[in-house]
């Protein structure tokens, strides 16, 4: 019930339609929910009911795995052509003193 100093009292009749109008659609909802879904389920099929065969919706496509170079695991040595590894040990130096100069100021 809407009080009289309520805004939504100019809306009250619409209200009260759209709230008839939900009950209905619920009692339509449960009647179904309470008739389909309740049903039991059969546990043999008819023999007139079942499929004689398979349903193929599209044909099948072979999967194939892409040829890739395979990745090294590891750090690369010095005479391979890529940096040695000291150079992890420079890198790690540089570090600290861009830190230490922030620091500083």
Do not use: C
Not at 1 to 25: A, C, F, G
């Amino acid at each position: 019930e809407i009080r009289s100093k309520s805004p939504l009292k100019s809306l009250e009749k619409d209200l009260n339609d759209v709230k008839k109008h939900m009950n209905t659609l619920l009692a339509s909802w449960e009647k179904d929910n309470s008739g389909v879904y309740f049903e039991k389920v059969p546990l043999k099929l008819p023999a007139e009911m079942t499929l004689s065969e398979g349903t193929q919706m599209m044909k099948p496509e072979p999967y194939e795995l892409k040829v890739v170079d395979p990745v090294a695991l590891i750090l690369p040595d010095a005479g391979s052509g890529g940096e040695p590894i000291d150079m992890v040990d420079s890198d790690a130096e540089l570090a600290r003193q861009l830190q230490e100069q922030l620091n500083a100021e």
